[in-house]
């Protein structure tokens, strides 16, 4: 009887072990972070698959980001298309450390699974394409930390700035990009910003 208690005791304990210390390296690891990275913030997001991440998810990898919403008829076929033409720019090796990021302004319509059928559709659907929804104060937030404004001006449709910005691979901003794009730009401080990185 007293084996049995002694041995239920030290699987008691030997679980508790590895459970704080798999809470003391997460809190290492959110602690490591810069007061300035994005990966700091709690919001919950979707992605095209409808699985359900945090910004941290997205660490180790450079990521470029734009902000725009699928039903969009003018400026963000634009942006998507600036998008596919950095992708294109890319080399092998620097596209594997990069996430290339699209966050929905309009969460109501851009549903995972209209984002999941637009990925499809506009063959954005595997690496290193991300889609991105979250709820309305989550998606303004995110905004506000690109100085991205946008604004519902009909049932369909926004008025919105049309911005690309780069992360570093711990989330701080690295460079933006807006109104008339330049591709270019943006390919060379990603490269760039890969050589520091990795």
């Known amino acids: 009887m007293k084996l049995i208690i002694y041995t239920a005791l030290f699987f008691f304990l030997f679980s508790y072990s590895c459970n704080q210390h798999d809470k003391h390296d997460e809190k290492d690891e959110l602690v490591e972070l ?7 913030l709690n919001s919950k997001w979707q992605n095209q698959d409808g699985k359900e ?3 941290r998810n997205l660490q180790g990898k450079v990521l470029v980001v734009v902000m725009i919403y699928t039903s969009c008829k003018t400026a963000c076929p634009i942006l998507i298309s600036k998008m596919k033409n950095i992708a294109s720019k890319l080399n092998k090796d620097d596209i594997n450390n990069v996430s ?10 851009d549903t995972p699974e209209h984002l999941k059928e637009f990925s499809i559709n506009n063959a954005m659907d595997k690496n290193p394409w991300i889609f991105l929804r979250s709820n309305e104060n989550a998606t303004q937030e995110f905004a506000n930390i690109l100085a991205m404004k ?3 001006i009909s049932p369909l449709d926004f008025s919105h700035s049309n911005i690309i910005t780069v992360f570093n691979s711990k989330g701080q901003l ?3 990009e807006e109104g008339d794009i330049n591709v270019d730009n943006i390919v060379e401080k990603v490269s760039n910003t890969i050589l520091k990185d990795f």
């Not at 810069?34 to 700091?40: K, L, Y």
């Not at 290339?100 to 109501?108: M, Q």
């Open 34 to 40: 810069p007061s300035n990275s994005i990966f700091n």
């Open 53 to 55: 991440i945090y910004l």
């Open 100 to 109: 290339l990021v699209l966050v929905s302004i309009d969460p109501e319509t």
């Open 150 to 152: 946008y604004k519902k």
């Open 174 to 176: 690295v460079t933006q």
